[in-house]
């Protein structure tokens, strides 16, 4: 798994709040993404990092930012949480060169009530 | 935009079959094919990575194939067993240097004992 832990596993808020869920990784990947899953779905791509302070937007990325001040940690911030971004999160990394295989993290539980 | 999709969404063996789980994307441009599992309530485990370059991956009695000019990517999984039972997702890496990936929606095996 390449050494990926999120935090909090599970967490329940109330819509309108800040939430910020973290990534750690110990591996030294230069990438890392955040993906949310949803049923009907399958797993979409909120934002990712290319480097320390270097991010981009994927699909999904409206009320949502990400910070990475240091290579093992990506930060994953709801600006205001709303219904609609009660989903299970997941973060991976990887090295996007050679067979690059991304490692998954086990996923945070979000709901937003 | 590449769209990966996956029939059938679900799928029910008795134990011992042997079965082919199927994905196809739109976009033959891809750097590379990953299957994943996933359990309820779990994360991802990487199971196949498949290069572009190459036609099919091995590991004990799963099989993974890559056919780039139709679009089509097949899981095969020999003599099946009830803890074969999760959900499989495919995912197309994209020749961007981002390598972000794209989901099918998978595909909820259930092996019956």
């Known amino acids: 798994d390449a050494g990926i832990t999120q935090s909090p596993r599970h967490k329940v808020t109330e819509t309108g709040t800040p939430v910020t869920l973290r990534c750690h990784q110990t591996e030294n990947h230069r990438y890392m993404y955040w993906y949310r899953q949803d049923p009907g779905h399958g797993l979409r791509l909120i934002h990712y990092s290319y480097g320390v302070k270097d991010t981009d937007k994927g699909e999904v990325s409206d009320g949502y930012s990400v910070s990475r001040s240091k290579t093992e940690d990506f930060l994953l911030t709801l600006e205001s949480a709303t219904s609609s971004q009660t989903s299970v999160y997941f973060c991976a990394a990887g090295e996007p060169t050679g067979r690059y295989e991304q490692y998954f993290g086990p996923g945070t539980r979000l709901t937003v009530t | 935009k590449q769209e990966v999709t996956q029939i059938p969404a679900a799928l029910s063996v008795p134990e011992g079959e042997n079965l082919v789980l199927n994905c196809s994307f739109t976009d033959s441009a891809i750097y590379n094919l990953q299957w994943f599992r996933q359990d309820p309530g779990k994360g991802l485990t990487s199971l196949l990575l498949?290069?572009?370059?190459?036609r099919e991956q091995t590991s004990g009695r799963l099989n993974a194939s890559l056919d780039k000019s139709s679009g089509r990517s097949t899981l095969y999984i020999a003599a099946s067993q009830p803890g074969d039972s999760a959900t499989y997702l495919c995912a197309v890496g994209p020749m961007s240097s981002a390598r972000q990936l794209t989901f099918g929606s998978g595909t909820q095996l259930t092996v019956l004992p």
């Open positions: 498949i290069q572009s370059s190459q």
